[in-house]
């Protein structure tokens, strides 16, 4: 009965350091602070020895301050004292390597209950390239929101079906509308009845193309004033999904002082051409 016993043993630790070498997450064994066994990847994140490691602290194996200028000694303690109550914790943590290389992590970390004692269970996951696209998706948002908020252009971005999904406050006063009013309305909605058959078709044509757009018509709004834009667009991406930047420019004052300069030229040479048949 010993020896099944012993087998059943053994057979549970192989089982273990199977999926303990096999996880796809570094783990680690703490007693106490303490790094008393980890695996393959846990060797492979903190790109470090498995004798190296062995006997170091999660102090060690961090810097002095976390994000927020907290003690990592200090929240490690806190950490630790909630897990020992029997509280699994999830946390983003810095760690070191021992180069002095930061790497940003996820740490699932529990009690666990073994004969010679507890010890902490520890599961580290690599957010460094999670944490580099949402800093660089942050920054690209600043720059989007400067150009957008800055620029003298109306800009608005729709969707494939042509519902508005984003206007910047340029295009709200040109509409004399407030942000909330625009966004989910059709682009049908803001171009005058005369134009939409040339409108519409020209920009379902660009998304089938993925060409470049430009166009010039008469827009409505609340305040039924004359608005002329010119339109500069072009099909890309939003969320994921086909959608369709748009620059506005109201050249209102242009069309019509055009207008009007042409109607002077006709009046001119229509006086030159009766003053020519009385002579």
């Given at each position: 009965e010993q020896k099944i016993w012993q087998q059943k043993l053994q057979d549970s630790d192989t089982r273990y350091r199977t999926l303990f070498e096999q996880a796809n997450d570094a783990v680690i064994v703490l007693n106490g602070e303490t790094v008393i066994d980890l695996n393959r990847q846990a060797e492979v994140l903190l790109q470090s020895s498995r004798e190296f490691l062995l006997g170091k602290t999660l102090a060690d194996l961090s810097p002095h301050l976390q994000a927020g200028h907290h003690s990592s000694a200090v929240m490690i303690e806190s950490i630790l004292e909630q897990a020992s109550s029997g509280q699994s914790q999830v946390f983003e943590w810095q760690a070191r390597r021992p180069d002095g290389t930061p790497v940003e992590v996820e740490i699932s970390l529990r009690r666990i209950d073994l004969a010679e004692g507890p010890r902490f269970l520890a599961m580290l996951r690599d957010i460094s390239e999670k944490r580099a696209i949402e800093k660089a998706l942050r920054q690209s948002e600043r720059l989007f929101n400067t150009i957008t908020n800055h620029t003298g252009d109306g800009i608005a971005i729709t969707d494939i079906d042509g519902r508005i999904i984003f206007v910047n406050a340029q295009l709200r006063e040109m509409f004399d509308q407030i942000d909330s009013d625009l966004i989910g309305l059709s682009v049908a909605n803001l171009v005058a009845t005369q134009h939409q058959q040339q409108v519409l078709p020209a920009i379902a044509q660009s998304f089938a193309t993925g060409e470049n757009l430009r166009?010039?018509?008469?827009?409505?709004?609340?305040?039924?004033?004359?608005?002329?834009l010119e339109v500069n667009a072009t099909p890309t991406e939003h969320d994921g999904m086909p959608a369709m930047i748009a620059f506005l420019r109201d050249v209102t004052d242009r069309y019509q002082s055009t207008r009007e300069l042409r109607q002077h030229r006709e009046r001119l040479e229509e006086l030159v051409a009766r003053l020519a048949r009385v002579d």
């Open positions: 166009l010039e018509f008469w827009a409505t709004n609340p305040a039924n004033k004359p608005l002329r």
